[in-house]
């Protein structure tokens, strides 16, 4: 599967998704709170500026502008900004949004403190994909500056529904109750160690793991975590 193929159905399915799946989570997600508010990894203090790269019901960058950060972040999908736009309108909050088409970051060199890239990139379906956008995360950091990243772990039940196609990428093969995912290709590292060789540009990276299994085996959730400084 061409990257361009890769994108354009992960666009479909996004644009699709908000229709199908309403906006029902009215809270960010919980290892972002425990990252941002705990003690576990250095992180930059409001008012630095942070960018989520796919940030889809803008509940993560809700929550920053909560804290005090000026923010930003970039969408694959059209009505996920427009549903963006509306909350940080309700909220009185100022937001830069932009569509983000295939692996460029629409922002200039050096302009975030903090750039947040959660349950996203594997979605770009295989290895050379992912590199170019976490070069290009890297681009958009200030000298300094902290990616925080998170992305599909083995352990997770899509490992249930995928098979194997070369490159690092895995095309989802059976449906599910729970999503409209099947036919995309997502990329998936097998260790922590293979997903480190892809951030070689930072000069620190930390890797942890994040899963739960609220009592239904078929939908058990896991995923790397990456804290790496520029």
């Known amino acids: 599967m061409q990257d361009n193929d890769i994108y354009l159905k992960s666009k479909k399915v996004w644009d699709d998704n908000i229709k199908l799946f309403p906006r029902k989570l009215q809270y960010p997600d919980e290892n972002l709170v425990r990252l941002f508010s705990g003690r576990y990894v250095d992180m930059p203090k409001p008012p630095a500026r942070v960018m989520e790269h796919g940030f889809g019901h803008a509940t993560n960058l809700a929550f920053f502008a909560s804290k005090g950060y000026e923010c930003a972040g970039c969408e694959i999908s059209g009505p996920f900004i ?24 629409p922002y ?19 290895r050379k994909a992912v590199q170019k956008v976490i070069d290009e995360l890297y681009r958009v950091l200030k000298p300094g500056g902290i990616l925080l990243l998170s992305t ?9 529904r995928m098979k194997f196609v070369g490159n690092g990428s895995y095309v989802i093969e059976k449906e599910s109750k729970y999503d409209n995912r099947k036919g995309l290709a997502f990329f998936m590292a097998k260790s922590s160690d293979e997903l480190v060789r892809l951030f070689k540009p930072f000069s620190k990276v930390k890797t942890g793991s994040a899963a739960f299994n609220l009592f239904d085996h078929s939908e058990r959730t896991a995923w790397f975590l990456v804290y790496a400084v520029k």
């Open 82 to 105: 427009k549903e963006a736009a509306e909350l940080f309108k309700f909220m009185n909050k100022p937001v830069d949004l932009r569509l983000v088409k295939e692996d460029a970051m």
């Open 152 to 160: 599909l772990h083995p352990d997770s039940s899509f490992s249930d």
């Open 108 to 126: 200039d060199d050096k302009a975030f403190d903090i750039v947040v890239s959660w349950n996203v990139v594997h979605y770009l379906g295989n």
